[in-house]
């Protein structure tokens, strides 16, 4: 009986030791946190400039540069308010890279009655519309499309779009 208990003593113990033995290791763990990316218009205004009308429709191309072409029933003037892009200065942290948000569609531009006309196509001076932030900074300029009506209506029309941005 002794040696029974003994034998069962020795197999208690032999169960208590570790089939295979532990590892560890330490990992660094951290996060990078950075300012936040704002954007500011320079150029308040999209503005084609001023467009005479005609018994044709046609449309006025703003470049991001500030130049201006015509298709269709259209002539461009130099009279008035001249075309100028809209421009903005992004801020933010060191060189990271941003994305541009244009307006995918159409905004509708009024004369304040009954008179509208639409505004598309927007592009960037910037490729596939991203830039980087060197030393903090970086700007960009944005173009469109207006669509002219024939006989469209006299007048100064206005409207509003949105352009956001983003960290990559």
Known sequence: MKQFLFSMVVLAAIALIPTSAKAQTSTNAGANIVAPVTIDAVSTHLHFGTVVRSSAAGTVVLATDNSRSQTGGVTLSTA???????????????????????????????????????????????SSNAGTLSGGSDTFAVGATLNVQANQAPGNYTGTFNVSIAYN
């Open 80 to 126: 008035g308010t001249p075309a100028t892009a809209a421009s903005y200065t992004v801020s933010g942290d060191g060189t990271l890279t941003y994305a541009i948000t244009l307006p995918a569609g159409t905004i509708t531009l009024t004369d304040g009655g009954s008179g509208t006309m639409t505004v598309g196509t927007f592009t960037s001076n910037k």
